[in-house]
């Protein structure tokens, strides 16, 4: 496998029984450990208050320009709305960015390792995290982003987000500043793949939507020659 090779297809049952890990374990862990501090006991009649209240909540966010893709991402996010709407009400600002911002910061982090980390036992090379990451830009969540294209040559691939959803979301949602949470996840966990690529943005700051520049750069360079 070299660097020009294009995505595979996803395995609907792998990406089905991923969500369901996230949704079942990961995001109550998470959630009870940035509400215990706030809540303490309480955290719990919080969780059953966010249930009963997303309705109200999907109707405040929702807007008649929304595209269908958009949809889905506030769909996607939509208890991470309720979260930090209540937490500020509750708490204010402050307490509340902090609160939603490290879960999703945690969230992001968790979905894209089990999403391109190799199961155990297998190398986790530079053709097989490119494989895995068109496949998720093309046919996975992500692909609710819009990019200029992936550019590849023998050691860098290259490509630009052009439109966030994520970003236009949070912005509906509240607090579009929230979507720096997932540029810190990408930066973390692309630099601890392999010691054979390094992810960037280049030299020109600000370079993502959510930090305030037109586009998001996402730069990988493959720091040693290895055979795929």
């Known amino acids: 496998m070299d660097a020009t090779t294009r995505y595979r297809t996803l395995d609907p049952w792998l990406e089905k029984k991923r969500r369901v890990r996230i949704l079942t374990r990961v995001v109550p ?5 940035h509400l215990a501090p706030l809540l303490g006991w309480r955290r719990f009649l919080f969780f059953v208050e966010m249930l009963l209240s997303a309705p109200r909540y999907r109707k405040q966010f929702s807007r008649t320009t929304d595209d269908a893709g958009l949809v889905e991402v506030k769909d996607t996010f939509l208890l991470v709305g309720v979260l930090y709407n209540k937490l500020r009400a509750r708490f204010g600002e402050d307490a509340a960015f902090k609160a939603a911002y490290q879960f999703l910061f945690e969230l992001g982090d968790a979905v894209q390792r089990r999403a391109y980390f190799s199961p155990e036992g297998m190398a986790r090379d530079w053709g097989r995290f490119h494989q895995e990451h068109e496949a998720q830009m093309a046919e996975g969540f992500i692909r609710n982003n819009e990019n200029d294209g992936v550019l590849h040559s023998e050691n860098r691939v290259s490509f630009h987000i052009t ?18 949470a997932f540029c810190r996840s990408d930066e973390t966990v692309f630099n601890s793949y392999s010691p054979e690529m390094h992810f960037h943005r280049g ?15 996402f730069i990988y360079d493959r720091t040693r020659s290895t055979r795929d």
């Open 29 to 33: 862990r998470l959630l009870n450990t």
């Open 163 to 180: 439109r966030c959803r994520f970003f236009e979301a949070f912005h509906d949602m509240g607090n579009a500043g929230l979507t720096e």
């Open 203 to 217: 030299s020109t700051f600000p370079n993502t939507i959510a930090r305030g520049a037109n586009q998001c750069t």
